[in-house]
C-alpha cells in the first residue's frame, strides 16, 4: 500500500523557519517525482515546488521562490521542505504528493503550518 | 498562468440522483491534461480522473469525466453518500500547474 507521512508542521513566528517531512513507502519512491502541495483553510490546493527523481532538478511556485527549498533522500525514501522567512499567507495544511506526468495520484495526510506571531 | 473556474460553487442534490460539475479553462488544456479529485472534510485530495477521461485506480465507473480545449465535466451517474464532498479540477498542460477553485456536492 502507498503511504506518504508528513510531519513537522506546527505555529511559527512570521520570519521564523520549519521544515517538514515525508516519509514514503509501499511504491518504488527513487522512481518518482514527488511535490509539495498546499491548501489554505476554505481554499483549493495550490501546487508549491517539486522535485525530480533523483534529486538533480527542482522548481517553485513563485510565491515560495528563494525561501523555500526542497530536497530528497531516495536511500531513506524521504521528502523534505525548508521553509524560511515564513509569511502569514503561507499558513496552510501542506501535503507530499506523488506526481504522475503532472497529476498527483498519491497524497500524504498533510501537515499544519501556522505562520502568526 | 492558466485558471480554472468551476460551477457550480455548490452543488445540492440526494443520494441517486446524478451531479454534473463543470471546470473551464482561461485558456486551451490541450490534449486533455486534466484531471478531478475529491476531498472529504479533514482528508486530503483523492485523484478520481486524469487525462480528462480515464479512471483512476479502485475508482467506480458511476464517475466519468468529459470535454476538450477549454471546457471539462465531470459526471456522477447515481451520488452514494461517500460521494457528498469537495471536488476540485487541476491542469497540467501548462506550469505551474493549477487547480479550480472547487465544486460541494452537498446533501438535499
Known amino acids: 500500500e502507498v503511504q506518504l507521512v508528513e510531519s513537522g508542521g506546527g505555529l511559527v513566528q512570521p520570519g521564523g523557519s520549519l521544515r517538514l517531512s515525508c516519509a514514503a513507502s509501499?511504491?518504488?519512491?527513487?522512481?518518482?517525482?514527488m511535490h509539495w502541495v498546499r491548501q489554505a483553510p476554505g481554499e483549493g490546493p495550490v501546487w508549491v515546488s517539486r522535485i525530480n527523481s533523483d534529486g538533480n532538478t527542482t522548481r517553485y511556485a513563485d510565491s515560495v521562490k528563494g525561501r523555500f527549498t526542497i530536497s530528497r533522500d531516495n536511500a531513506k525514501n524521504m521528502l523534505f521542505l525548508q521553509m524560511n522567512s515564513l509569511r502569514a499567507e503561507d499558513t496552510a495544511v501542506y501535503y507530499c504528493?506523488?506526481?504522475?506526468?503532472?497529476?498527483?495520484?498519491?497524497w500524504g495526510q498533510g501537515t499544519l503550518v501556522t505562520v502568526s506571531s | 498562468e492558466i485558471v480554472l473556474t468551476q460551477s457550480p460553487g455548490t452543488l445540492s442534490l440526494s443520494p441517486g440522483e446524478r451531479a454534473t460539475l463543470s471546470c473551464r479553462a482561461s485558456q486551451s488544456v490541450s490534449s486533455g491534461y486534466l484531471a478531478w479529485y475529491h476531498q472529504k472534510p479533514g482528508q486530503a485530495p483523492r485523484l478520481l480522473i486524469y487525462g480528462a477521461s480515464s479512471r483512476a485506480t479502485g475508482i467506480p465507473d458511476r464517475f466519468s469525466g468529459s470535454g476538450s480545449g477549454t471546457d471539462f465535466t465531470l459526471t456522477i451517474s447515481r451520488l452514494e453518500p461517500e460521494d457528498f464532498a469537495m471536488y476540485y479540477c487541476?491542469?497540467?498542460?501548462?506550469?505551474?500547474?493549477?487547480f479550480g477553485p472547487g465544486t460541494k456536492v452537498d446533501i438535499k
Open positions: 487541476q491542469q497540467y498542460v501548462t506550469a505551474p500547474f493549477t
Open positions: 504528493a506523488r506526481g504522475a506526468g503532472g497529476y498527483y495520484n498519491a
Open positions: 509501499g511504491f518504488t519512491f527513487s522512481s518518482n517525482w
